[in-house]
């Protein structure tokens, strides 16, 4: 198994861009989500994802969207890039029983111009 | 909002006995976990608390009070390359989806 799987590792956008960060996950996980982390931070909840065409909006989703239209795989897009989403964004999946372990991807390093 | 407290940094010495602690205010609870991150890579998971007591796995060990809003992560045994942060996060929904992270803590094991 890959795991968690995110592209790309880098990316640099200028303001005003829109970008699509992927996430895949091979591990048949029902639960999907995104967080960002800036330097020194904690991780904060973007968006989430509980199955298949379910999605819903966890502590910093503004500037964000996400579909979830396959087990698999859990896309982040900005809409409008702008320097404050500047950060580290982790993808993570989890089984929706049994465990609460939950998986993390390598990151995606964003950063804004 | 949402509050989970952690101390930010924590010093201790090879072979030692540390603790991390975490206090939570949150509009839902259903069980509190850890995390391990090593310069900025990707979290692994540590431990989880669904009900209150110790959870033991091998030289970590996690402590629940849902009465006292209060968790802790017992590292024992320090190695060097327990030097990493920690995080606590709060399960906030009964299936799980929703996890929110505490801002982490620094621990530096020295020799």
């Known amino acids: 198994n890959a795991g968690v799987t995110q592209t790309p590792k880098f990316q640099v956008l200028k303001t005003g861009q829109s970008m699509t960060l992927q996430c895949a996950q091979d591990m048949n996980h029902e639960y999907m989500s995104w967080y960002r982390q800036d330097p020194g931070m904690g991780l904060r909840l973007i968006h989430y994802?509980?199955?298949?065409?379910?999605?819903d909006q966890g502590e910093v989703p503004n500037g964000y969207n996400v579909s979830r239209s396959t087990t698999e795989d859990f896309p982040l897009r900005l809409l409008s890039a702008a320097p404050s989403q500047t950060s580290v964004y982790f993808c993570a999946s989890r089984r929706g029983f049994g465990t609460d372990t939950q998986y993390f991807g390598p990151g995606t390093r964003l950063t804004v111009l | 909002g949402q509050s989970l407290e952690q101390p930010s940094e924590v010093t201790a010495v090879e072979g030692a006995i540390v603790q991390i602690n975490c206090t939570y205010q949150t509009s839902g609870f259903y069980g509190l976990s850890w995390y391990q991150q090593h310069d900025g890579g990707a979290p692994t998971f540590l431990s989880y608390?669904?009900?209150?007591g110790l959870e033991e796995t091998g030289r970590f060990s996690s402590f629940l009070s849902r009465s006292d809003s209060y968790g802790y992560l017992l590292l024992q045994e320090l190695q060097m390359k327990d030097s990493a942060s920690y995080f606590c996060a709060v399960k906030m929904d009964n299936q799980g989806g929703k996890l929110i992270f505490g801002q982490g803590t620094e621990l530096s094991v020295k020799p």
């Open positions: 994802s509980v199955g298949a065409g379910i999605t």
């Open positions: 608390n669904g009900l209150d």
